[in-house]
């Protein structure tokens, strides 16, 4: 079984910078996809950054490239979701998440994975 928790968010004024971390531990792989997510209120899950398993490149959802920066440190089985020039729309709860993807199965696309963090809370508001 796979344990992700995820820290680093919180409120942050727009154009502003968080960090989030995901730490896993239990039966994870550093070769598995882990990628981070998001859910604002009434919308459904969208992805937002992740390292592909298959061909262990990085996605990021057309929206935040340019501005945010997905990293790996296998020493500490960590994830992490660097942040800049925030926007409101990117206020939502952010979940990591990681899985075993074959070949051709998008790790952008939250349906592909089965083991999920708690969430953490951004908010970008002045």
């Known amino acids: 079984q796979v344990q992700l928790v995820e820290s680093g968010g919180g409120l942050v004024q727009p154009g502003g910078s968080l960090r989030l971390s995901c730490s896993g531990s239990?039966?994870?792989?550093?070769?598995?996809?882990r990628g981070w997510f998001r859910q604002a209120p009434g919308q459904e899950r969208e992805g937002v950054a992740c390292?592909?398993?298959?061909?262990?490149?990085?996605y990021y959802v057309d929206s935040v490239k340019g501005r945010f920066t997905i990293s790996r440190d296998n020493s500490n089985n960590t994830v992490s979701l660097q942040m800049n020039n925030l926007k409101s729309e990117d206020t939502a709860v952010y979940f990591c998440?990681?899985?075993?993807?074959?070949?051709?199965?998008?790790?952008?696309?939250?349906?592909?994975?089965?083991?999920w963090g708690q969430g953490t809370q951004v908010t970008v508001s002045s």
């Open positions: 998440a990681e899985d075993w993807l074959a070949p051709g199965s998008g790790c952008l696309d939250y349906r592909n994975f089965g083991s």
């Open positions: 390292f592909s398993s298959s061909d262990r490149r990085r």
């Open positions: 239990g039966s994870t792989s550093v070769y598995y996809a």
